[in-house]
Structure formats: structure tokens, C-alpha cells
């Protein structure tokens, strides 16, 4: 193991576990060292399995604890998610060390991965072309790559993605004949469920070629072209002038620098007579992703808080009329997604290779983690343009045709510790 | 009608027609010019009484229109909410003069009128001790003082309030055994409420003396006195830890100097892993009350954007589970008060005198108008600590019992001038 002696890998080891706020967990160097929190009981073991990897992550864990797990230089033993579940909510009220130069090295990454039109470009290339066919293999089959909207817990993801596209049209109440421009389409889901069954006109940007590729080929398919125009550009560049604004899971790439932008073309497309809908990943506390996140997978990506995502609609006199948090929907969403990407890690490691397998794991697994402890939070905002009444007299609609469905369901969210009793006051 | 000729009258009324941006109403000075806006029909008329009242109108319009109203040196002739309705639409794109002289007046209100805990208290007695006799003429049999919320429009104000209390008890998730404080209690209806139909304890805070008595002498008599305490003091100086916080129509007398504390009041009393509710009047902006309201009617009052009702809750890691814009409903509420309020208009003539009456018909009218028009806005949100699970997994079994009123109701705001239709997309 080299020339240091044991104690000095001691040391190191107390002083991450220190760092974390002492989360549950085993830490052992190969061949070394071998600590753990005293009087609690460890949810995983982790590996380090040579002293370069354990002065790297000494030196930057935010960055390099991910980098080893994807070089296979350190393994979790144990529940992958549960671990960093608990990493994070130990880490939650930790001293922060390192905080100047975690710093530092976000705003740098800011300036590199800057989502000017040409920036996001490279950025959303880097993720989003991976290729059609990767993502097919563990999205439904629809291809949404958002937030779902569970009934009930125990809905299959394909219901639950619809049962998203749903209420964002009935929060929106869709009429026929209106017209809609969707900004950030994805595979062109939502795009092509809201033309046919609300029976709107669509235009959809997206500046991903695959994705535009696929979705233009769908709404051939179905015979909506006609209805819906993909167009592969910028949200910058979106023209026009349309009843509904919708965005699902693209603020997230917009960036703080950029969010008057975005007000503009929300502003530019609906006026004060129109009515929109944001969906994004979001927090408690404005901050941006991890540096591993955005180094290895999420190139640009942010996360606003609610409070600075409404620098978006209040300049412009916008009406907030709705907030719905969905997190628990997301680790729901990303529990599926996992499972059938571990399904198909053989497929995947043949198209890529095996760090890519342990990066993408790492992303969804930490995803998971962090919307269930509430580092990451879900936000759909409904609002309305300044001279427009409000959409709904009271929600009920929304709920109007879900009850029965509710009635089966367990009322109570998963994983609670502290399980809340469902009692006559609530019925 | 003094020296100055007749077209001197004309183009000072000309001025102020211009400044609301060419309201829909005809400007009549007593015995002098005449003016309308041309091409539109008048929905009212201003018949200023003399010229005096005209050079006030002129310099200090924010102020001086309440007043002269109030002092009958001003008559609207034709529907007072409906005119004050056209009057904000058309003010809120005309071009703002005197912005320089209000601002600073509105400054200097802000440190006259500060609510400090002294100056809090004095702002609190000068409206809410009136007297519950006064209250009592106007206000829903349980003197509820704040939005109501309306199954369906047609709803009695009775049983609105009532559903209003309901629905911030199941928002909340109010268990049997549980500890809530409430922030501003008003006359107890609420505290009381919550003991008696979801078997909470509550310490319940407010300034207002009368308002106190008047709970707790309800509270004796309802026997609950062992479960609900009410306190006659300050938000700032609320003790105990509790499982739930609420406050339903007091942020509004907090001030925007405030928040901090209001804040650190909030996360003193429910921590990280309590839930919490506040409901408050708010705007699209931030922006102050008018300085005749404050002046008149609500010493100190502020209404905060929602952007910056989130300083309350940010800086303490809350995460925002649902926000709901009830602004149609408070416009409604205010319309059954000032229908009660004019069927009492000659007992509060006898109370006080009929300069009250004409500056409180002013306030309710133009408050009607302030939230029809969208000038105000009506929010509750709901929250968590950090280290709490979301309280519903979705938001259905808050509508599950009202399924079937729901299916009877008008499913369309009132008052929408482009009404939209009710399709099977939305059933």
C-alpha cells in the first residue's frame, strides 16, 4: 500500500467521516485501514482501494469520490442509494469543509459550460445525443425523460408518465384549437399527447438533432405533423405568438445568467392575456448541481430555488396560481429508471463501456437519494398573464375524476420513518 | 365656483383622466367642465363637488381621492366596484406620474406607521378594536376577517369560511394529539376550529385586546379553554416548540422590514421536521398598500410578491410543498361584506359616522376590485422542514369528499369577460 503507515490512512478516513457529519458507513482502504462512526450501525461498506484514490477524494470528494466510483476505484458494498441517502442527510448539517474552494471551482464550471446558444448546444449535445437507442432502453416507452406523476405509488411508470402529460394539460386547461409552444420537447411526448388529446397546435424546440429526429419521425407516424411543429433551435429563438407557454425539465438547463431570457421569450410568446406552465428540478436553497454531476453528466445544469425560479414570472407581472411540488414523484421515477437500466447494463456496457455503466449509476442512484431526502426538490409553477382571470375556480377538476383511484391507494408516502396515521379528519 | 374659468377645470380633468389611463368614466366638476374619454362609453361618473377637491385630486391623487370620497366632497354616480375595477385595469398601463412623490411619501408612512412591537400593536388597535360590535354587523357569524374559500361561487359566506378553515386544517394534515401555534388569531374561530374538529391543542397569539376576549370568552364557552390558549401578545414573542404553525391573514401587518423575524419566529417554533401554513394577501409585485388605505383603514399594512414572502421561508432550508392563488375568493368574500355592510349601513352611522361608512364602502368596494383585477392576489402556502417528508403523496384527498359538489358547480370563474368553455378534456 505504499510507504505511509496505517495510522496516517486513519487519520485520513476520520477526517471524511468527519466531513460527512458522520453518515453511517464503513470506510476501509484496501489493505488498510478500516473506520466507522462509533455507536452506529452502517448502512454500506466503502472501499477505497488504493491511497491515490483516498488522497483524491481528501482533496476534492465532491468531484473525485465520483470519479473513482466510475474507475472502479472504490466500491459501496451495500445499498447504493440508501448509502448516499444517508451520505446526504448526515452531510445536510456537517461543517462545511472545503466550501471556499468548492466555490470557486463551481463558478469556474459556470463560465466553462456557460448556456449561451452556443454553449447549451455543446452541453445538451453532450447529454441528451447519447443516442435514441440508449435512452430506449431504460425510459418508458414514450421516451420521457422528466418528473412522472405516480396516482399512487405502486403505478407502472408508462401510467405515470402519462398521468403527468395529463395534469399538466388539465392544469393548463387545454382548449381545442388553442395553440401552444413547448420549450425544451424532448423526444416530443408531451408535444404530440397534447395535439392529440386536447387537440391543440403545438410548436416544440429543442436544439438536441436526435431528439428532434425522433419526434418528427413520431408525429409522422401518427399523422400529426400537421399539428405539431418540431423545430431543433434554441429557446432563444422561439417566435410567435400562442395561447400556453409550457416548459417540462428544461429550466434546469437555462442557468441563473440566463433566466431574463427566458422571462423574455415566455413574455414575447404569451403576452398578459396567456397562461403557462414551468416544470423543473429545483431546491430549498439556490445552488447549483454537484461538480461531478455537471463534469460527467449534466454539462450546465442548474438547480433555482423556487424563490429565484419566480425572478422568471415577476418582472413580467405574471400571476402565480398554482405550486405543486412532486419530489417524491421524481425518486419514484428514478427508482424506475434504475431498475431497468440495471436490467440492461450488459446492453449498455456494449454500447459504451463499464465506467460509463458506473458513472450512469452513480447519477440515478444519487438522483434518487437526493430527492428523498429534499436536496433536490420537483416544482410545477401555473400561471397566467397579468391580464387574465384566473384558470380554475377552485382544483377540485383536477381531482374530479381521480377519486376512486385515490380511495385505493395507500394515502402515505414511502420510505417515511415517522409514519403519519391516516384518520377520519382527513377523509 | 371661485376665479379660474371653466376651461382651466377642463384640462385639470383632462390631466387626471390621463394619468388612469383613460378610464372608462365621465370627470364632472360641480357646476363646471365636463370630460370623458372619447369613443369609450362611461361605465361611471366623478362629480367633484369643488375646486379645492380638484387641486387635492390633482396633487396627491393616491391620498386625496379617498379622502374627498370619505368627506363627500366626491360622489361616483353608477357601480363604485365596477368603476374602480376600470379604473386599476386602465391605471395599470398608464404611464405613472407623480411615481417620484409617492414613493417618497410611501417611504415615510413606512417609518411612521413600522410595526415594531409598539408600532404593531398601535396599528392593530387602530383597525381591529373598533369594536366586535362593528365586526359583528358585517362579517360571517364566527367573524372569520380573512378570505374565505367557496366550494362553488354560490356558496354562503357561512359556510365558505367554514371550508376555508377545513381546507387549511387538511392541507396540513392536522393528527389528534398534535401542537399547533397560530400566528394573528383574529377573533378564535380558526383555533377553535381546529381543537374541536381535528383534536389539536393551540396556542393561538394576537395583539388585538378585544379580539382576545372575545376567544377566549368563546373558548369558556364552548368548553375547549383546556385545548386552545389564547395569548395577548406580540408573533414576536411566541415560546414553545410545536408540531405545526400557522397564520392565516397576518403577514400582511408584518412589514417587509420584518420577514427576518416573522422568519425566525416560524423555524424557533416548528424547527426542521415540523409543517406550517401561511396565508396572506399578496401581489404580483411587491408593492405597499395604497397610502389612503394605510392612512385610513390599515395602518401599516404591506402585501408581499410571493418571490419575497419566500424570505420567510428560504434562509430556513423550508421546502415549499404547494402554493394556491385564491384571489377570485377573496374577491367574492369581500362581496358578501359589503353587501352586509350597506344592509348595516345606519347602525354604523349611528356607531361612528357616515365618513366611516363612506371610507370603509370605499376599502371593501376597492378591495373587490383590487383582486377581481388581479391588483391583489391571495396566497397559502404550505411547507415542511427540511427534515420532514412531504405531507400528501398527492394532492386528491384534499378533493375526495368535494367530488360530488364539485360535479354541480359552474366549473367557470365569475366575472370572465372571455369565458372558457367546459370540455370532456377537463371532466
Known amino acids: 500500500m505504499g510507504f505511509l503507515p496505517r495510522f496516517a490512512d486513519e487519520w485520513v478516513l476520520t477526517k471524511i467521516l468527519k466531513a460527512t457529519g458522520q453518515a453511517p458507513m464503513r470506510l476501509v482502504v484496501t489493505g488498510g485501514a478500516d473506520v466507522s462512526p462509533s455507536g452506529i450501525s452502517p448502512v454500506a461498506t466503502v472501499v477505497i482501494k488504493d491511497r491515490n484514490t483516498l488522497a483524491g477524494i481528501l482533496r476534492d ?7 473513482a466510483y466510475m474507475d472502479g476505484k472504490l466500491e459501496v458494498e451495500g445499498d447504493l442509494v440508501r448509502f448516499l441517502e444517508e451520505v446526504y442527510r448526515a452531510m445536510e448539517h456537517a461543517p462545511r469543509a472545503g466550501k471556499w ?6 463558478k469556474w464550471l459556470d463560465l466553462w459550460q456557460d448556456n449561451s446558444p452556443s454553449g447549451s448546444r455543446e452541453n445538451i449535445h453532450r447529454h441528451y445525443d447519447l443516442g435514441n437507442d440508449f435512452y430506449k432502453l431504460w425510459l418508458d416507452d414514450q421516451l420521457l425523460y422528466t418528473c412522472a406523476y405516480f396516482p399512487t405509488p405502486s403505478s407502472t411508470l408508462e ?6 402529460m395529463d395534469h399538466v394539460c388539465r392544469k393548463l386547461r387545454l382548449q381545442p384549437g388553442e395553440t401552444v409552444v413547448e420549450a425544451g420537447c424532448g423526444w416530443g411526448a408531451l408535444a404530440l399527447h397534447m395535439a392529440r388529446e386536447y387537440g391543440v397546435s403545438v410548436k416544440a424546440y429543442n436544439v438536441s438533432r436526435e431528439q428532434i429526429a425522433f419526434a418528427r419521425e413520431r408525429a409522422r407516424a401518427e399523422g400529426l405533423s400537421g399539428q405539431v411543429e418540431f423545430v431543433q433551435d434554441d429557446y432563444r429563438a422561439i417566435t410567435g405568438e400562442f ?3 409550457v ?4 429550466l434546469e438547463h437555462v442557468g441563473e445568467a440566463h433566466l431574463d431570457e427566458f422571462s423574455e421569450v415566455i413574455h414575447r410568446s404569451i403576452g398578459d392575456t396567456g397562461r403557462g406552465l414551468v416544470h423543473f428540478i429545483g431546491r430549498n436553497h439556490p445552488r447549483v448541481f454537484s461538480r461531478w454531476i455537471r463534469k460527467q453528466i ?6 433555482p430555488s423556487l424563490r429565484s425560479a419566480l425572478n422568471v414570472l415577476e418582472p413580467k407581472n405574471y400571476s402565480v396560481l398554482d405550486v405543486e411540488n412532486l419530489r417524491m414523484h421524481y425518486a419514484k421515477t428514478l427508482e424506475h429508471w434504475l431498475e431497468r437500466f440495471e436490467r440492461s447494463k450488459q446492453q449498455v456496457t456494449a454500447m459504451y463501456d463499464s465506467r460509463f455503466v458506473r458513472a ?25 398573464g397579468s391580464r387574465r382571470e384566473p384558470i380554475f375556480w377552485t382544483r377540485d377538476p383536477l381531482y374530479a375524476d381521480t377519486k376512486a383511484a385515490v380511495e385505493d391507494a395507500i394515502p402515505v408516502v414511502e420510505n417515511v420513518r415517522e409514519k403519519v396515521k391516516w384518520t377520519h379528519a382527513m377523509s
Open 101 to 106: 474552494y468548492s466555490r470557486m471551482a463551481s
Open 159 to 164: 401510467h405515470a408518465q402519462i398521468a403527468k
Open 360 to 384: 450512469w449509476r452513480l447519477y440515478l442512484a444519487g438522483s434518487i437519494a437526493a430527492f428523498r431526502v429534499g436536496d433536490l426538490q420537483l416544482f410545477q409553477i401555473l400561471f397566467t
Open 243 to 245: 395561447d400556453v407557454f
Open 61 to 67: 470528494p465532491e468531484v473525485n469520490f465520483g470519479d
Open 247 to 250: 416548459s417540462v425539465g428544461m
Open 298 to 303: 449534466f454539462p450546465g445544469a442548474h438547480t
